[in-house]
């Protein structure tokens, strides 16, 4: 369990004072797990003689500080490296290895998922690459919440409280973030077989699994075909799910028929013509049906309508 102290001399982790931010909360939630009794102390400025059992980080520009002038170490997509991410790059594949003793053949490809889904966003912010978001509502970044954890301007209260709520909850959200990207990986054989098994356009998996990603990433030629996969549904029946045509997109290779959006049961039984036919997404992106057989005509019906149109 992670304690604060204000004598630097206690401490065997030392990041700045002040208001903290995701990088540096993040880091420390990390190294809470691979450091043997963590203690931290926040200040800004580190005395000389810190032992060298001391980790230093996002503060006195050492090397896990990435504000020396420079400074320009970066992700493989060019995402500068923030103190989070240094950390997580010494230390994380060995990590990951140790915490999943039997599966170390998976360490790298989860180490570079986590490295992608989290580390490089909380990166990014610390250094001001900021997402171009453009909506008529307040989007809330990670960092915006852990930044609402610090003081409020009307309240005396010592800050390193917050900063170590703001800690356990970053290390939820982290342990989440490794624990769907370990899934993840293990779902990956299965999704390259079930690609090379693919055919008519359509994949087949006998589960559940995160697909779409392995899919648009396969060197596989079957996968640029593939326009859906068809899964079991954890409410009985299957799901039949269309294909983005790129990473992080609601855009598809091929939507079902406009006719079926947001119908259900009898109705889209009707319209479709598919006996078991239970429910279609109104952003025509799903589909519903009890039995396989009515899955695959799903998906014919909607590459034939498409190739009636052109």
């Known amino acids: 369990m992670l304690k604060i102290t204000k004598d630097v001399k206690e401490a065997n982790l030392i990041t700045?004072?002040?208001k903290f931010h995701a990088d540096d909360v993040f880091a420390t939630a990390f190294l809470t797990w691979i450091i043997d009794n963590p203690v931290v102390c926040r200040i800004n400025n580190v005395p000389d003689d810190i032992g060298s059992d001391?980790?230093?980080?996002?503060?006195?520009f050492g090397?896990?500080?990435?504000?020396?002038?420079?400074?320009?170490?970066r992700h493989e997509n060019g995402v500068k490296y923030a103190s989070f991410g240094l950390l997580y790059k010494e230390y994380g594949l060995e990590y990951l290895k140790?915490?999943?003793?039997?599966?170390?053949?998976?360490?790298?490809?989860?180490?570079?998922?986590?490295?992608h889904d989290i580390v490089e966003s909380i990166d990014a912010i610390d250094n001001g690459e900021f997402p171009d978001v453009n909506t008529s509502y307040n989007y809330k970044s990670l960092d915006s919440i852990i930044g609402d954890f610090n003081v409020?301007?009307?309240e005396d209260v010592d800050n390193d409280i917050y900063f170590l709520k703001a800690v356990d909850v970053a290390s939820v959200i982290l342990s989440s973030s490794i624990k769907k990207c370990f899934a993840k990986a293990l779902a990956k054989e299965k999704v390259d077989l079930a690609i090379e098994n693919s055919s008519n356009h359509v994949m087949l998996l006998d589960e559940?699994?995160?697909?779409?990603?392995?899919?648009?990433?396969s060197n596989n030629p079957k996968a640029l075909d593939i326009l859906f996969c068809i899964t079991p549904s954890n409410r009985g029946g299957y799901c039949v799910h269309t294909i983005p045509v790129s990473k992080g997109t609601y855009v598809t290779r091929l939507d079902f028929p406009k006719s079926w959006g947001g119908l259900v049961d009898l109705e889209l039984q009707e319209v479709s013509g598919i006996k078991s036919a239970s429910f279609c997404h109104s952003s025509l992106f799903l589909?519903?049906?009890?039995?396989?057989?009515d899955a695959y005509l799903m998906t014919k019906l909607a590459i034939d309508e498409k190739n009636n149109l052109q």
């Not at 001391?54 to 006195?60: L, P, R």
């Not at 090397?63 to 170490?73: G, I, T």
């Not at 140790?98 to 998922?113: C, L």
């Open 287 to 293: 589909a519903v049906c009890g039995t396989l057989d």
């Open 208 to 217: 559940y699994m995160p697909f779409k990603d392995f899919v648009l990433s």
């Open 152 to 154: 409020s301007w009307n």
């Open 63 to 73: 090397k896990f500080d990435h504000h020396q002038k420079e400074f320009d170490l």
């Open 54 to 60: 001391v980790i230093v980080y996002d503060v006195g």
């Open 16 to 18: 700045h004072s002040g």
């Open 98 to 115: 140790s915490i999943y003793p039997n599966y170390t053949n998976y360490a790298e490809i989860v180490f570079s998922m986590v490295e």
